[in-house]
């Protein structure tokens, strides 16, 4: 299994960006894909997923309104547009794969795979 993030990038406070995962060697049928951030010195942080249903998104407080996780089954690819972008944005972001319960959605440990990691740096 694979998950490769891309769309990371300098970008200036109230700008946009549009991050992309594509997942090899899974399907997402009973997975739920979420998309985590880590900024420097700070541990993971949820930012935004799907549930394993695929019919429930859920976002952190920090991004609601401002993000939107989308994602083409076809193409096995999960999206994370970011408008509104503020300088605490800034981190690296990454996408996962599991099958966390229900209550565990925003947990990153219950996450199996993960990709690389994007940069995103907004700039004040």
């Known amino acids: 299994v694979q998950l490769q993030a891309s769309g990371g990038g300098l970008v200036q406070a109230g700008g946009s960006l549009r991050l992309s995962c594509t997942a090899s060697g899974l399907t997402f049928r009973g997975h739920a894909m979420a998309w985590f951030r880590q900024a420097p010195g700070k541990e993971h942080e949820f930012v935004a997923a799907?549930?394993?249903?695929?019919?429930?998104?859920y976002y952190s407080d920090s991004v609601k309104g401002r993000f939107t996780i989308s994602r083409d089954n076809a193409e096995n690819a999960v999206y994370l547009q970011m408008n509104s972008l503020k300088a605490s944005d800034t981190a690296v972001y990454y996408c996962?794969?599991?099958?966390?319960?229900?209550?565990?959605?925003?947990?990153?440990?219950?996450?199996?795979?993960w990709g690389q990691g994007t940069l995103v740096t907004v700039s004040s």
């Open positions: 799907f549930s394993r249903s695929g019919g429930s998104t």
């Open positions: 996962a794969s599991g099958r966390p319960i229900t209550s565990a959605t925003m947990t990153p440990n219950t996450y199996t795979y």
